[in-house]
């Protein structure tokens, strides 16, 4: 891991178009700044564990079409 030290209004350039700035800080609080693209996705950790929990328990839930079709295929099997 990498540790940088910044003071307000200094930041970290990552991957030549996401800038991260320090705003604000109080106490224990650290207020960022983050300027990138639209495209970029930016979360808080927690709330990126849980969607990614959501996404696996929905995948764990889904029928796959292959499943599907063996299934209709025993069924046809057994009524012939």
Do not use: C, W
Not at 37 to 49: L, M
């Amino acid at each position: 891991m990498l540790v940088l030290a910044r003071k307000i209004n200094q930041s970290i350039i990552l991957n030549d178009d996401i800038e991260v700035m320090v705003l604000d800080v109080q106490g224990e609080q650290v207020k960022l700044g983050i300027k990138a693209p639209k495209s970029v996705k930016i979360f808080r950790k927690e709330v990126y564990e849980s969607i990614q929990k959501e996404n696996i328990e929905a995948l764990k839930s889904q029928t796959h079409p292959i499943d599907d079709l063996t299934k209709l295929l025993k069924d046809k099997k057994k009524k012939n």
